[in-house]
């Protein structure tokens, strides 16, 4: 079991920053690929970023690829999503999710995450 709390989101102008973190607690988090979605008002849940259990292999969504950057401390037990250059479009409630730490290849589909935070708003002004 893993339990996720999200933090880090708030308003910001066009072109700021904003580090979301993702604290983690239960013991199958150092087994667990991670992973930031998000969600717009009336919109799907989108895929952002994923990060394996290693840490080693990393992805990223075409929107926010060479914006975005998504890191973990295991020291911590904290995932970050660091986001650059923001737009309004990236306007949404954020989301971090954990899969079951079965070894299966990062996945950019909802439903291969097990765990999910209760998620942190962000608001980029024009």
């Known amino acids: 079991q893993v339990q996720l709390v999200e933090s880090g989101g708030g308003l910001v102008q066009a072109g700021g920053s904003l580090r979301l973190s993702c604290a983690a607690s239960g013991r199958t988090f150092r087994d667990s690929a991670m992973s930031w979605f998000r969600q717009a008002p009336g919109k799907e849940r989108e895929f952002i970023a994923a990060?394996?259990?290693?840490?080693?292999?990393?992805y990223y969504a075409e929107s926010v690829k060479g914006r975005f950057t998504i890191s973990r401390d295991y020291a911590k037990n904290t995932v970050y999503l660091q986001m650059n250059s923001l737009k309004p479009e990236d306007t949404a409630v954020y989301y971090c999710a954990a899969d079951k730490g079965d070894g299966r290849p990062l996945s950019t589909r909802p439903y291969r995450y097990a765990y999910w935070g209760q998620g942190t708003q962000v608001t980029v002004s024009s």
């Open positions: 990060i394996s259990w290693s840490g080693g292999i990393t």
